[in-house]
């Protein structure tokens, strides 16, 4: 969402003649877009902001701003941190950005800009530069889930979709610029409902699926609670468009942690929902989130975790080790657990995955995929792409197959990159 949003960040410059330089040094408006979902992020925009003292200094024309979720969570508490910093924006004042930065320039007043705009509608044209083949597309924002571990209610407010007709519009404009595959994004797709009749996200696909050129459908993130089988039967009837990966996030294969996390589903109902996506959608493809070391954590359920690699075949795992979040629940829990052992509970459960991963990449050697080439790198003359799995390809190509879908046969199966020669 980050990525998207800042290249939202650039068209709206664009409009006001700003361009891209490619040093520091020659830039006069620096924005740092942040993100807040573990701690480290946080310090990291202030070590950031920190970098360019100098070039303030030598050039006091220069604004610095920074966005995003850090900026809507610390609001006004940046500029009085950080003296040199001229702007912060929230997640919901992205579209003030040209606004802010000509008040800022014109009167050289610091500016501060973090409101919700909860009761109005989340009208959000796509707004990309240069969209190549594959663009990403917001449909729904904010979450109002309040797992106890998570900032994103606290960063991106509650939860709000786009008109479906809207969506169609957009993603059928993006189609005439050329976009092959769009990527949903929201934080929880799947509890998407169009404001205008109800539609939920089984409908949006089919819909998108049926009335627009787009070639290829994905999206990210969906809720394993709100993954219904209607959902699952829309993305197994409209598969020629829509990518059998699923990105589910379990956070915890422990009962009582995923209690204790708010989830709103136990282990069984986890490895259900996973089995019943691997039923109705043939070739499915899973990842997941996990989270160890999350407050009061056992080794017997750590264990739990790391058995439920045994249950459901991920692809690829995002792991991480829990970070306290402000405002969250599970923060102010007692029981933190020290983070020597949350290191040592992710270097386990990477190394399980990582030789798991190691198997499940074997499958796809001699197999041939469908790959749609997303660049050209003239400097050894290869393509790369997606397959429908999402797995990342690399074969010699020419330029020309950019935006096509080619079937690529597997010569070398690695766990993050497939190499092939297309058929
Ligand atoms: S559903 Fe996702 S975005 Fe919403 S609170 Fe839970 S982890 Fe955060």
Known sequence: MNVNDTERMYALLEMLNYEPVSRPEDASLIIINSCS??????HKVRSEVGKYRVLKQN??????GVGG????QEKGKLLVDLPILDFVFGTDSIDKLPQIVQEVTATNRRAASAQFTHGEPYQIETLVKNPGVSTFVNIMKGCDNFCTFCVVPFTRGRERSRSLREIVADIEKLTVRGVKEVTLLGQNVNSYRSPDDGAG???LLKR???ETDVKRIRFTSPHPKDFDEELAEVMQTYRQKIMEYIHLPAQSGNTEILENMNRG???EDYIAKARMLQQKISGAVLSTDLIVGFPGETEDQFEDTMSLLDEVPFENIYAFKYSPRPNTK???MSNQIPEIVKSERLSRLLAKHRAQAFEMAKKYQNVT????VEEFHDDENFCFGHSTQNKSVHFDGTRDLVGCTVPVKVTEATPLLLYGECV
């Open 265 to 267: 589903y136990t282990r």
């Open 37 to 42: 979902v573990r701690e480290k992020p946080v």
């Open 330 to 332: 599970a923060a102010k």
């Open 369 to 372: 995929l469908n790959v749609l």
């Open 208 to 210: 998108l699926a049926t």
């Open 69 to 72: 979720c850090v900026a809507q």
């Open 201 to 203: 996200f089984a409908e």
């Open 59 to 64: 050039n006091p024309r220069l604004k610095i």
